[in-house]
């Protein structure tokens, strides 16, 4: 059974970058189909696609989060990660992973997520 | 401001019926089927209770059935239980740009 963890410092300061980890089980990140997604929801707040890690470790990011997301694997932890450079206040939100086969079919399995505050 | 639109929440007495409904556009929700709904017990994952469209994964009760109609997906749950009282939140997948877009979800509260 897919299980997925994110993990990740609680606090980080307004400019600097947020990273985050998600730990896969039950699952091998590279078996195909796959798309490995960061989705994020602040509080108060609806759900918001960060971006996507797919077949061929192709990436595909929200535009309005684009020029300061960046999304890997690690084939060798079975881990895929998330970094968000500059962050602001508005950066703070409970950070999910999740999985789909297809962006386009089937929907997504989900993690718990993990709160990340920015402030100083 | 989500991309989709969904009521701040909705409520029902047990065994009645709710429907939620999430608005987008011909861009996302009229322009694919891959409307998938997700119910949220905040602190735990969310669990995805229907997927392209109308389609129940295994496990989902058939009191949770789902349609679209335009740019303008729903979901409904009748026979509501307590338990039901979460969280709901739709999502479209928007094409080559966007990429996935949610709604700003829904409170269920079973009075």
Same mark, same amino acid.
């Given at each position: ?36 997604g960061w989705i994020r929801q602040p509080p108060e707040k609806g759900l918001e696609y960060i971006g996507t890690i797919g ?8 535009? *309005?989060?684009?020029?300061?997301? #960046? ?5 060798? &932890?079975? %881990?895929?990660? +998330?970094?968000?450079? *500059?962050?602001?206040?508005?950066? #703070? ?5 999740? &999985?789909? %086969?297809?962006? +386009? ?8 997520? #993990? ?6 | ?75 409904t749950i009748s026979g509501l239980q307590a338990d039901d009282e979460a969280d709901y939140h739709c999502c479209s997948y ?18």
């Amino acid at each position: 059974q897919l299980q997925l963890q994110e993990s990740g410092p609680g606090l980080v300061k307004p400019s600097e970058t947020l990273s985050l980890t998600c730990t896969v089980s039950g699952d091998s990140i590279s078996t195909s189909p796959y798309h490995w997604g960061w989705i994020r929801q602040p509080p108060e707040k609806g759900l918001e696609y960060i971006g996507t890690i797919g077949d061929g470790w192709s990436t595909y990011y929200n535009p *309005s989060l684009r020029s300061r997301a #960046t999304i890997f694997a690690d084939t060798s &932890k079975n %881990q895929v990660s +998330l970094t968000l450079t *500059s962050v602001t206040a508005a950066d #703070t939100a409970v950070y999910f992973c999740a &999985k789909t %086969q297809s962006m +386009l079919r089937g929907g997504w399995g989900w993690g718990q997520g #993990t709160l990340v505050t920015v402030s100083s | 401001q989500s991309a989709l639109t969904q009521p701040r929440s909705v409520s029902g007495s047990p065994g009645q019926s709710i429907t939620i409904s999430c608005t987008g556009t011909s861009s996302d929700i009229g322009a694919y089927n891959s409307v998938s709904w997700y119910q949220h017990h905040p602190g735990k994952a969310p669990k995805l209770m229907i997927y392209d469209v109308s389609e129940r994964p295994s496990g989902v009760p058939d009191r949770f059935s789902a349609s679209k109609s335009g740019n303008t997906a729903s979901l409904t749950i009748s026979g509501l239980q307590a338990d039901d009282e979460a969280d709901y939140h739709c999502c479209s997948y928007a094409g080559a740009y966007s990429h996935v877009v949610f709604g700003g979800g829904t409170k269920l509260t079973v009075l």
